[in-house]
């Protein structure tokens, strides 16, 4: 069964970042005047080697996990990820392995990450425009580099891959029309998330959040759309699926419609931190743990009891506007 949480939630999902680092500099996520080029990012010793980060996951599958998603940081920067993708895909109990990338380095090793098992790909996308793209994201990178990362990622067979593009107004509310459009030529699913007000160095306003309701809104008035039933509780879109077959889209509404209560996830940094929310204050070390000889009985009892003693609502109490702890960033635990 594995442990519940004090709001009877299960472990079922885990978010393994394998670093810290970033290519881009996304405002919302990773703003540069704070990631600057003085920036100290954690040193390679400190990183979880890859069996570390594969044993971790087998405790973690033994309370319950059968999702997991690799994230950063951008996890393609870790050299040779296929090798821990490897090691993950051969855990039993593991249903499904995905990762989250921003698709700029994706090209070179969609191939061998399919190869070595990862099931499938999630893409960070704010706007197909290239001036968008880039005030979004903070990159030279330009828009056709993302494309061919997907498209290389979908002839591999991780597809159809997902894109996730976060909607800011002022900046790229203007975008959502034709991400949804791209997506429905295309046959992939487009998910629309409101401007969250994740770590502290974002500078968020509740003001740039562009409500679910208004996403929604607009794209209803130029497509025409069908709900589709969630799969399972624990999912945070809101799916809807274009008349004609082509696609879905969803709108993940984390601000104004809060879904902590149905929240399964766990969250691990790069050096083996356990964070139990996407807003957590501190997390919980189990790399001195394990570097110190702990064995996996002993890990999933220090898990067991850190997600049996977990509390955390943070959304439902920002709209309650009781919040008040500092958050970790984002870019250290992943999305």
């Known amino acids: 069964m594995g442990p519940r949480d004090e709001l009877a939630r299960p472990l079922r999902d ?3 970042s394998v670093t810290d680092r970033c290519n881009f500099r996304c405002p919302h996520c990773m703003p540069r005047e704070r990631f600057g080029a003085d920036h100290a990012f954690l040193e390679r010793e400190e990183l979880l080697s890859f069996e570390e980060l594969t044993r971790l996951t087998r405790v973690l599958v033994g309370l319950g996990v059968r999702k997991v998603r690799l994230t950063g940081g951008e ?14 895909a051969g855990l039993e109990g593991v249903a499904d392995l995905a990762l989250t990338t921003n698709a700029s380095l994706l090209a070179s090793q969609a191939e061998r990450l399919a190869a070595a098992g990862l099931g499938r790909v999630t893409v960070s ?28 990622a979908e002839a591999a067979g991780l597809g159809p ?9 002022g900046r790229n509310e203007h975008a959502i029309e034709d991400l949804a459009d791209w997506g429905r030529r295309t ?18 306003r509740m003001d740039e959040v562009v409500p679910a309701e208004e996403i929604l809104a607009r794209l209803r008035r130029r497509f025409a759309l069908e709900p589709v039933a969630a799969e399972a509780a624990s999912e945070v879109a809101e799916r809807w699926r274009h008349a004609d077959g ?4 969803g709108v993940i509404a984390s601000v104004t419609r809060p879904f902590c209560r149905d929240c399964t996830r766990a ?24 570097r110190d000889g702990a064995d996996d009985d002993q890990l999933a009892a220090r898990v067991a ?14 709209a309650e506007g009781t919040p008040t702890h500092q958050k970790v960033e984002m870019s250290y635990i992943g999305g």
Not at 75 to 88: F, K, Q, T
Not at 246 to 249: D, G, P, S, V
Not at 267 to 290: H, K, Q, W
Not at 306 to 312: K, T
């Open 14 to 16: 885990l978010r393994l």
């Open 187 to 204: 046959g992939r699913t487009v998910r629309f998330i409101e401007y969250m007000d994740v770590g502290a160095t974002n500078g968020w």
């Open 161 to 169: 891959v997902k894109v996730n593009a976060v909607v800011r107004r």
């Open 305 to 318: 009891a850190i997600w049996s003693g977990r509390r955390d609502r943070y959304s439902e109490q920002r």
């Open 75 to 88: 996890p393609l920067l870790r050299r040779d990820l296929h090798r821990l993708v490897e090691g993950l």
């Open 125 to 152: 996308l704010d706007a197909l425009d290239d001036p968008t793209f880039a005030m979004m994201a903070d990159t030279r990178v330009p828009v056709a580099t993302v494309l061919e990362g997907i498209e290389a």
């Open 246 to 249: 082509a696609a879905e889209l």
């Open 267 to 290: 969250r691990v940094s790069a050096i083996g931190e356990l964070y139990t929310c996407l807003f957590a204050a501190a997390g919980t070390d189990l790399r001195g743990p394990m």
